[in-house]
């Protein structure tokens, strides 16, 4: 009997399930968007029932024509929001309204940016391991921020939280064992000494103390070690799979990414990284946001980057992760926000390109060449820091800023400021990867997955910013073995 595995990706904004043999090839996928609120700015929320009735439809989709009895295994990743669980494991509110539905509060939600700022004014010492400033992004200044905002509600009635990928593994297994990729990167936990009561007692959260952490995580596992007895009666039945069939530990969304890309077999490809350890690659994951993984055997210290972090992605190695806050959002925000966007829409439509496809050949129209096509914003700029700089200043007050407008608003300004976006982009990935090398991180190859790397543009103005410091790559992960694209400076061309 052949022998399958699924594999299932939250998102920001979908869900996506896929159905591999057991030597790598995806067979099968599926995707289901998942709902978003945005109350008011900065706050982000979903719903748990919700992401996990998604995670079932995909799965469903992918195996409706496998004999499930030949599905072994299954694992999850996810974004590393926040989840509010009473003691029934029933949705808790993380709003005023008290809407319990909405009972995740995302990673983006950035409602915690005062409590990060004092927390980072403790100086506490596992602030050492965060690149010395804590993130709204990270769950110590979220669960403040319902403490001293929810008191009476969320923080009197949540008797667990969970970060996103490890309530999967909870409601698929019934364990509430966590993985350390998610309690090392983004909860302060240590995989040698565990919680620092120290910590939480100096930022006012000492009752997560009480019966050994029992609402943030009393145990924790490897990730992709098997989790509990593997899916249980109910989860099973959910998912349209077998009672038993093997759960891994969870990792984050970028992380999962990041394992894929260390992983890419590049044999043949004459890359700088071919025969030298995965300590070479930095691995870009972009898609709603950016993150930038690199790996090490001792542990190296970036400020303004997050970790270095024991085993959270590879076991063994130290991992350092810059990120920015902001990338497909972005772009997504500064093209849908111009006025020339509805042209841009209806020409797209009338060529049979997609929006962004489109926008890239109107720019190459534009110019001449490609090293024409670059200089087509040398009077227009873009700072791209519109929700705060994750990496490697870590300032999440940080605002965006773009200079050279004129009064004009064409569908040509439009595909200017796109450029300038993506050129500002990748300009934030060269000052993380300056900033990672400089701490002694020798990275020679950048290898890029996700939604914003499907776009050319974007991959080959990364390649012309970084390209006296590293080559640039693409995989595709659907693959065993993973087709790789070479990308080179346009004067290396």
Known sequence: MSRYYVGVDVGTASVRAALATRDGHITHTAEEPV????????????????????????????????????????GFDATCSLVALDRHFQPVAVNHTGVRERNVLMWMDHRAAEQASRITATKHRVLQGVGGVMSPEMQPPKLLWLKENLRETCWKEAAHFFDLPDFLSWKATGSLCRSLCTLVCKWTYSPSDGWDDSFWSAIGLEDLMENSYSKIGQQ??????????????????????????????????????????????????????????????????????????????????????????????????????????????????????????????????????????????HLESMSADAVQLEQLTARLHVWPDFHGNRSPLADQTARGAVVGLTLSQTLDDLALLYLATLQAIALGTRHIIDAMRAAGHDITTLFLCGGLSKN???????????????????????RRHPHVITLHTESEH
């Open 35 to 74: 709902n978003i609120w945005e109350p008011c700015a900065d706050h982000y929320e979903q719903s748990s029932e919700d992401i996990w009735s998604k995670c079932c439809r995909t799965v469903k989709r992918v195996t409706q024509d496998v004999d499930v009895e030949s599905v072994r295994g299954i």
């Open 220 to 361: 924790a596992c490897c990730p992709g070690a098997p989790v509990g007895r593997g899916l249980t009666a109910a989860a099973a039945a959910d998912l349209g799979l077998i009672q038993g069939t093997a759960v891994g530990a969870s990792l984050i969304d970028a992380h999962a990414g990041g394992l894929g890309l260390m992983g890419a077999d590049v044999t043949g490809h004459h890359l700088p990284c071919e025969h030298r350890p995965v300590s070479s690659r930095m691995a870009l994951i972009c898609g709603t946001s950016s993150c930038h993984m690199a790996v090490s055997t001792q542990p190296l210290f970036v400020p303004g980057v997050w970790g270095p972090y024991l085993s959270a992605m590879l076991p063994g190695l130290w991992l350092n992760e810059g990120g920015q806050s902001a990338t497909g959002r972005l772009v997504e925000h500064v093209v849908r926000g111009h006025a020339a966007y509805r042209q841009l829409e209806e020409q797209a439509e009338r060529s049979g390109k997609q929006v962004y496809s489109y926008l890239n050949a």
């Open 456 to 478: 050319a543009l974007f991959v080959q103005t990364h390649a012309n910013t970084t390209g006296d410091c590293t080559h640039v790559c693409i995989t595709d992960l659907r």
